[in-house]
């Protein structure tokens, strides 16, 4: 059973905008920190952005912020990261996470129980 999807991927150009988006199933998002990953070709899996079940903290790695930004829509169980000023090393597949506490943002990929399929995002220089 499909728990969390994602869309939104594409090609853009350098300094375009992309917005993610992931449908998740209520019952591993209600109540839950959500985040996004990525993985570049050849990398490791590193965090993006979280946001804890009440939207009222956010998270950022140093690579997006002032760049990146993720938002939560609870009633429609629904995670987005409009990303912005999109760079070529922004190239990556990028993967939504459903975390195991409300308020902690986490940053370790051990630490969020549910994860998409992913959406490859790719810019161009």
């Known amino acids: 059973q499909v728990q969390l999807v994602e869309s939104g991927g594409g090609l853009v150009q350098a300094g375009g905008s992309l917005r993610l988006s992931c449908a998740a199933s209520?019952?591993?998002?209600?109540?839950?920190?959500m985040a996004w990953f990525r993985q570049a070709a050849g990398k490791e899996r590193e965090f993006v952005a979280g946001?804890?079940?009440?939207?009222?903290?956010?998270s950022y790695a140093d690579s997006v912020k002032g760049r990146f930004t993720i938002s939560r829509d609870n009633p429609k169980n629904t995670v987005y990261l409009q990303m912005n000023s999109l760079k070529p090393e922004d190239t990556a597949v990028y993967y939504c996470?459903?975390?195991?506490?409300?308020?902690?943002?986490?940053?370790?990929?051990?630490?969020?129980?549910?994860w998409g399929q992913g959406t490859q995002v790719t810019v161009s220089s």
């Open positions: 209520r019952r591993i998002f209600s109540g839950y920190v």
């Open positions: 996470a459903a975390g195991t506490t409300s308020a902690t943002i986490h940053r370790r990929s051990p630490d969020f129980g549910s």
């Open positions: 946001i804890s079940w009440s939207g009222g903290s956010t």
